[in-house]
């Protein structure tokens, strides 16, 4: 620990003024430096901090969470600003402190023990381990009174036996390295299956599944647009009406805390809105009803204003809290909206957006539109005021951080943006935010997981590279620009050679160049986000159907294989890979006139690719259309497919 006085702000981060500070005060994660003003000795994730617990022999206290994560501000003020707490930790045990953000590696690892130990799992995870870095128990947040209990068991515990805590870790560490490399029997895709069980837990009058907490999901969207519209279309719907979505300044909080989707964990994440933004272009694409075109433009607005970085790219996420309280940002009473707009259109205000006098959040209002039977677009020229005033009274903090992998997720959303509605603002979106990555983020063929304030992060994973790879097969599909397709298919290639288990199947969380931990996961499940998996599977399928490339054919067939059989378990937990399974029409286009191009709707489920192969000649001497589906080609036509 070292001393020095300091302000109650460091590089925008808030925190607490004490003369004390840890070695966090070094790192760039706006998370981890919001604890290096606390009495623990924080380590980041380094081995210096395992030789020391080794050297002192001392067990390891590993916490994860993330800068926008409630609860994780709880645990924080509760445990880790207490002198108690950390005098505790700081003489028995080392203590190391992730940004679960900036190594999702670290993070993917130690969650699944979390989950093993709980049943369940989330952040903060709270994990105890050996020098060695295997876990022997593990849980989440833990109010103080309890948690000073438990550092006192697992310290008599490592002092009176030892041996069992380390044979604890190995069993642990050695179930869940069997469970991640077993091989897999190959299997059909599970479809129907998927769908007949969402249909079970599917909730007819709100939407969603289950009850609550209700999570947007939207990766189960995509498939059910496609396979069991009325279910995604009520999802969409009835989410937008809630206060899950933004009604003053848009965009989507994390998850509802009730089946209604009226109150939010009011977090909001960039990649919760890149993906909701898509799943709403895709239903206005389908259907042609402008509430999804609205949505999806006010998503995207939100992402570029709130969430854009000036140097390019996005930032990842604003907090829940604003001075301490969770949602003080986002909450109204009726008379701070009379006293704005007037009396006649402060009451219409308020009663459109259900602001009352005795609320619906602790005495406050969460402006929503579940009461309305009827949308009034004429409401929207207040927001512009009422989003201002919001903003003068309390201030949300924004993780500045810049993910690789979330930042792929928004380029895909603003391409998907400009291939269905057409507006070329969404276009130089894309294209500014693709410069930005191969700028700050790429370096030939090796992709890195993100940068923050300035400094490039490590080697990416899995997902930094499937996401990466996904955007840019949507920017092809927007564009038809070849050069975006030759780049997919470039880091495909590398990522093949970096993550792909050639014997089972499926790919590693963690690459060849990636630091080696206990051991290294396939993800297969879609959490909040697809898995890397998942993403693959698309890729390869598209980029094989788009470049006919021998080299990626037997890895698709592998990656099908392990991916049905992965999702054999729990269908509707690979939403994503199930979509990406969907029959697609293959289209080859051969151009008359270039400007012809301009006249193509090229949609979601089609793989469309322009050529100037003689192989496929024009008919009638105009723009040719060579379309295959369901395993059979069709005679090359001047028209498109319906």
Same mark, same amino acid.
């Given at each position: 620990?070292?001393?020095?006085?300091?302000?109650?702000?460091?590089?925008?981060?808030?925190?607490?003024?004490?003369?004390?500070?840890?070695?966090?005060?070094?790192?760039?994660?706006?998370?981890?430096?919001?604890?290096?003003?606390?009495?623990?000795?924080?380590?980041?994730?380094?081995?210096?901090?395992?030789?020391?617990?080794?050297?002192?022999?001392?067990?390891?206290?590993?916490?994860?969470?993330?800068?926008?994560?409630?609860?994780?501000?709880?645990?924080?003020?509760?445990?880790?600003?207490?002198?108690?707490?950390?005098?505790?930790?700081?003489?028995?045990?080392?203590?190391?402190?992730?940004?679960?953000?900036?190594?999702?590696?670290?993070?993917?690892?130690?969650?699944?023990?979390?989950?093993?130990?709980?049943?369940?799992? /989330?952040?903060?995870?709270?994990?105890?381990?050996?020098?060695?870095?295997?876990?022997?128990?593990?849980?989440?947040?833990?109010?103080?009174?309890?948690?000073?209990?438990?550092?006192?068991?697992?310290?008599?515990?490592?002092?009176?036996?030892? %041996?069992?805590?380390?044979? %604890?870790?190995?069993?642990?560490?050695?179930?869940?390295?069997?469970?991640?490399?077993?091989?897999?029997? @190959?299997?059909?895709?599970?479809?129907?299956?998927?769908?007949?069980?969402?249909?079970?837990?599917?909730?007819?009058?709100?939407?969603?599944?289950?009850?609550?907490?209700?999570?947007?999901?939207?990766?189960?969207?995509?498939?059910?647009?496609?396979?069991?519209?009325?279910?995604?279309?009520?999802?969409?719907?009835?989410?937008?009406?809630?206060?899950?979505?933004?009604?003053?300044?848009?965009?989507?909080?994390?998850?509802?805390?009730?089946?209604?989707?009226?109150?939010?964990?009011?977090?909001?994440?960039?990649?919760?809105?890149?993906?909701?933004?898509?799943?709403? $272009?895709?239903?206005?694409?389908?259907?042609?009803?402008?509430?999804?075109?609205?949505?999806?433009?006010?998503?995207?607005?939100?992402?570029?204003?709130?969430?854009?970085?000036?140097?390019?790219?996005?930032?990842?996420?604003?907090?829940?809290?604003?001075?301490?309280?969770?949602?003080?940002?986002?909450?109204?009473?009726?008379?701070?909206?009379?006293?704005?707009?007037?009396?006649?259109?402060?009451?219409?205000?308020?009663?459109?957006?259900?602001?009352?006098?005795?609320?619906?959040?602790?005495?406050?209002?969460?402006?929503? $539109?579940?009461?309305?039977?009827?949308?009034?677009?004429?409401?929207?020229?207040? $927001?512009?005021?009422?989003?201002?005033?919001?903003?003068?009274?309390?201030?949300?903090?924004?993780?500045?951080?810049?993910?690789?992998?979330?930042?792929?997720?928004?380029?895909?959303?603003?391409?998907?943006?400009?291939?269905?509605?057409?507006?070329?603002?969404?276009?130089?979106?894309?294209?500014?935010?693709?410069?930005?990555?191969?700028?700050?983020?790429?370096?030939?063929?090796?992709?890195?997981?993100?940068?923050?304030?300035?400094?490039?992060?490590?080697?990416?994973?899995?997902?930094?590279?499937?996401?990466?790879?996904?955007? $840019?097969?949507?920017?092809?599909?927007?564009?038809?620009?070849?050069?975006?397709?030759?780049?997919? %298919?470039?880091?495909?290639?590398?990522?093949?050679?970096?993550?792909?288990?050639? %014997?089972?199947?499926?790919?590693?969380?963690?690459?060849?160049?990636?630091?080696?931990?206990?051991?290294?996961?396939?993800?297969?499940?879609?959490?909040?986000?697809?898995?890397?998996?998942?993403?693959?599977?698309?890729?390869?399928?598209?980029?094989?159907?788009?470049?006919?490339?021998?080299?990626?054919?037997?890895?698709?067939?592998?990656?099908?294989?392990?991916?049905?059989?992965?999702?054999?378990?729990? @269908?509707? /937990?690979?939403?994503?890979?199930?979509?990406?399974?969907? @029959?697609?029409?293959?289209?080859?286009?051969?151009?008359?006139?270039?400007?012809?191009?301009?006249?193509?709707?090229?949609?979601?489920?089609?793989?469309?690719?322009?050529?100037?192969?003689?192989?496929?000649?024009?008919?009638?001497?105009?723009?040719?259309?060579?379309?295959?589906?369901?395993?059979?080609?069709?005679?090359?036509?001047?028209?498109?497919?319906?």
């Amino acid at each position: 620990m070292s001393n020095q006085i300091r302000k109650q702000y460091w590089k925008g981060v808030a925190v607490i003024s004490c003369e004390n500070f840890n070695r966090l005060i070094h790192e760039k994660s706006p998370y981890l430096l919001q604890h290096a003003y606390n009495p623990v000795d924080w380590y980041p994730w380094c081995q210096e901090a395992f030789k020391k617990a080794t050297r002192e022999n001392k067990p390891v206290f590993l916490s994860i969470g993330y800068s926008s994560c409630h609860w994780c501000h709880v645990m924080a003020k509760e445990s880790f600003e207490d002198e108690t707490v950390a005098g505790v930790l700081n003489k028995s045990f080392v203590s190391v402190k992730v940004d679960r953000e900036e190594r999702p590696d670290i993070d993917n690892i130690y969650m699944r023990v979390c989950q093993t130990f709980t049943g369940g799992g /989330g952040w903060p995870t709270s994990v105890f381990m050996t020098p060695d870095q295997k876990p022997f128990f593990a849980g989440t947040y833990f109010p103080k009174a309890p948690f000073l209990d438990l550092l006192e068991v697992i310290r008599e515990k490592w002092a009176e036996d030892k %041996q069992a805590l380390l044979n %604890q870790g190995n069993q642990i560490t050695e179930t869940l390295t069997h469970s991640t490399h077993s091989p897999q029997t @190959p299997q059909t895709a599970p479809i129907k299956a998927a769908v007949s069980a969402l249909k079970e837990t599917f909730d007819n009058e709100f939407g969603g599944f289950g009850r609550a907490p209700k999570f947007p999901t939207p990766h189960i969207l995509y498939l059910l647009l496609k396979t069991a519209p009325d279910m995604a279309e009520k999802t969409l719907i009835q989410m937008y009406k809630g206060g899950i979505f933004d009604q003053i300044g848009f965009g989507f909080s994390r998850y509802s805390t009730d089946r209604f989707w009226l109150v939010p964990h009011f977090e909001k994440m960039l990649y919760d809105n890149a993906l909701l933004a898509t799943a709403y $272009l895709m239903a206005f694409e389908q259907t042609g009803r402008e509430l999804y075109r609205t949505v999806a433009e006010k998503t995207l607005l939100y992402m570029e204003r709130d969430l854009g970085s000036p140097e390019g790219g996005f930032f990842s996420a604003q907090d829940a809290d604003s001075d301490g309280e969770e949602g003080k940002y986002y909450v109204f009473k009726p008379e701070e909206l009379t006293a704005l707009l007037g009396e006649a259109e402060g009451r219409r205000f308020n009663a459109y957006f259900g602001i009352t006098q005795n609320g619906n959040f602790e005495g406050y209002s969460i402006p929503n $539109l579940i009461n309305n039977s009827s949308m009034d677009d004429s409401v929207d020229k207040f $927001l512009p005021k009422v989003y201002e005033y919001r903003k003068s009274r309390t201030s949300l903090r924004t993780d500045q951080k810049v993910l690789t992998s979330w930042n792929a997720l928004a380029l895909a959303a603003c391409a998907n943006a400009y291939r269905i509605i057409g507006k070329r603002a969404y276009l130089d979106t894309a294209l500014k935010t693709f410069g930005f990555m191969e700028r700050e983020v790429t370096d030939g063929d090796t992709v890195f997981c993100g940068v923050t304030d300035g400094v490039r992060g490590g080697v990416g994973f899995l997902d930094d590279y499937a996401f990466y790879i996904y955007a $840019l097969i949507c920017l092809h599909q927007a564009t038809q620009d070849p050069a975006f397709l030759i780049r997919a %298919q470039d880091l495909q290639i590398k990522a093949i050679s970096e993550y792909f288990d050639d %014997q089972n199947g499926g790919f590693f969380f963690s690459g060849k160049s990636n630091e080696k931990l206990i051991f290294n996961p396939k993800e297969t499940y879609d959490g909040a986000i697809p898995s890397g998996n998942s993403v693959m599977a698309y890729n390869l399928a598209r980029l094989y159907a788009l470049t006919n490339a021998d080299a990626l054919y037997p890895v698709l067939k592998k990656q099908e294989a392990f991916m049905n059989a992965a999702s054999a378990g729990y @269908p509707p /937990g690979n939403g994503f890979f199930l979509y990406s399974m969907l @029959p697609a029409a293959e289209i080859v286009c051969v151009l008359k006139e270039q400007s012809d191009l301009s006249k193509v709707k090229i949609k979601s489920d089609w793989i469309f690719k322009v050529t100037k192969d003689r192989a496929y000649p024009l008919l009638n001497g105009e723009t040719t259309y060579y379309v295959c589906s369901g395993g059979a080609c069709l005679p090359p036509s001047n028209k498109l497919p319906e």
